[in-house]
């Protein structure tokens, strides 16, 4: 990915889509910066290569039509400003035209405010292609998306390429199951199954060990016969559940279910904690972590993996009492000799909350499309590019 021929950027206008949806607190504040970091090369090359540089995303999932403040990008613009020693202007109602000149860069509002972006309608994709001579799109957090900045805008510009980032995250992860060491480990955890089905179905034809965390190990710990109180779980998935830990025993491999969990009777920052054997959950508990004992576990088969994969956090690790899992599986990963791929929000928070950026082979800043390309699934937003290169 040379941005499309860098040297013939040189005066031309480039639009690079880029994926700068970060987690922002109350105070609209970037608490997890890795993805507007990740953005830098592309702008980067561009800027060097002299041209005129637009850069746009979206954030959240606003209404179309009807921006609010909280869907601004001008937090983003901050931190991009800071990241690129240079002013970055942010720029509203930018469909009909943009100025910007060459050696210069601006950031063009939340995309998806704009109306026809989710549904992908031409007539949008065709205005914006006209704001470009090149289209880059390096946003691969929303690769998995066919959406106006991500596949429309790529159809109808007059060249249209990946940027390194969306190379670079596909090859890394195809690459990496493509022949990994074993054990191949994956931990799959998050609040729902029913988000995650496709991707533990799919895992389940090719990992050793499938490790379920969270509101899914709920689900699975229901499909072996455990109770689980008012946990968060999904019933109706019983039955699915059931059928990834037959898939996998069928192969002699295995989901272990959690021995001992973390249990509260409320949600709650200062809600008392206590440590249970999975078998002695009450009915008015809520399962809100791993127990120790299962993180032990764990954490041992972990150590002894050639490969791990993972995505979300085990337990409620924004409370410090609900964090002992996610924090110790963090720690084995970090001390396992095997190569790690992570990816996801809260993964990467958790991997930035306990310090671990340095010791996880490859960080991913996809969510949905890191899950995509693990399933082994052609991303569309990379299919077109791909189409526009052969034809
Ligand atoms: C993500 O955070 O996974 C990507 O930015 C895509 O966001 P979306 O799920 O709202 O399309």
Redo the contacts with the bound molecule.
Sequence with gaps: SDLCAQGKAQGKRVFIRA?L?VPLNDAGEITEDT?VRASVPAIEMALQAGAAVMVTS?L??PTEGEFKPADSLAPVAKRLSELLGREVPLVANWVDGVQVAAGQVVLLENC?VNVGEKKNKPELAQKMAKLCDIFVND?F??A??A?GTTYGIAQFAPIACAGPLLSAEIDAITKALAAPARPLAAIVAGSKVSTKLTILQSLAKNVDQLIVGGGIANTFMLAAGLKIGKSLAEADLVGEAKAVIEAMAARGAEVPIPTDVVTAKTFAADAPATVKKASEVEDDDMILDIGPETAAKLAAQLKQAGTIVWNGPVGVFEFDQFAGGTRTIAAAIAESPAFSIAG??DTLAAIAKYGIEDKVGYIST????FLEVLEGKTLPAFEILQQRANG
């Design positions: 994926d949806n993805r979206h959240g999932r998806r946003a957090g929303t998995h998306r959406e996801g929000g996809g969510g949905g499309a």
